[in-house]
């Protein structure tokens, strides 16, 4: 990720499941909220905002499940077309 030019966009949701998955690693909720305050990492879309899309998505995707924290990160996929997803 050296390579690639900050902000990365990110999701709500996603920042919730990284601070509950990482909350045995010190200072690393602290740690992810100084990269969305420093810029590094940006919020890309409002789940209120995009309500009926994530509504739809997960509809669509119920089979698999999607959880929230995907559907939201397929949408903001889909809104920024020349955007990769990255599953670190």
């Known amino acids: 990720m050296a390579g690639l030019d900050a902000p990365f966009l990110t999701v709500e949701p996603v920042l919730t499941e990284a ?3 990482l909350r045995r690693v010190k200072n690393s909720a602290t740690t992810i909220m100084k990269m969305l305050r420093d810029g590094i990492v940006s919020v890309g879309l409002t789940v209120t905002g995009e309500a009926a899309a994530l509504e739809s ?3 669509k995707y ?4 999607m959880s929230l ?4 990160l397929v949408r903001l996929a889909e809104r920024h077309q ?3 997803v990255a599953h670190l």
């Not at 119920?62 to 499940?65: E, I, K, L």
């Not at 924290?69 to 939201?72: E, G, K, N, P």
């Open 82 to 84: 020349r955007s990769a």
């Open 69 to 72: 924290a995907d559907a939201c």
């Open 57 to 59: 998505l997960m509809m």
């Open 62 to 65: 119920s089979d698999v499940p």
């Open 19 to 21: 601070c509950f998955l």
